[in-house]
Nanobody, 117 residues
């Protein structure tokens, strides 16, 4: 059973930066896609960014040019560098992975990001 733990969330002023990290533990052969999603109060969970095993990336339009996703396959980690943060970025951010072979999807517990004006 894979366990995912996010870290790096917090309170930041608009225009500032945060770096989120997600670490996987347990018996892991490897992951296909890894990604970050977010959910704001009263809204559904939405995709923020994904990165393939070959490190191809995909971003939601609302974060292009501001956020950067990256992964370390040796450490089984995925990170999200967030720059030029806006109040509308306020949400709980979740890590997601798809395991190779089993294609099992896993979610972390989430980390809170709050951006104030």
């Amino acid at each position: 059973q894979v366990q995912l733990v996010e870290s790096g969330g917090g309170l930041v002023q608009a225009g500032g930066s945060l770096r989120l990290s997600c670490a996987a533990s347990g018996r892991v052969f490897g992951f296909n896609a890894m990604g970050w999603y977010r959910q704001a109060p009263g809204k559904q969970r939405e995709l923020v960014a994904t990165v393939s095993r070959g490190r191809s990336t995909n971003y939601a339009d609302f974060v292009k040019g501001r956020f950067t996703i990256s992964r370390d396959n040796a450490k089984n980690t995925v990170s999200l560098q967030m720059n030029s943060l806006k109040p509308e970025d306020t949400a709980v951010y979740y890590c997601n992975t798809e395991e190779i072979i089993t294609r099992r999807s896993s979610w972390g517990q989430g980390t809170q990001v709050t951006v104030y004006s």
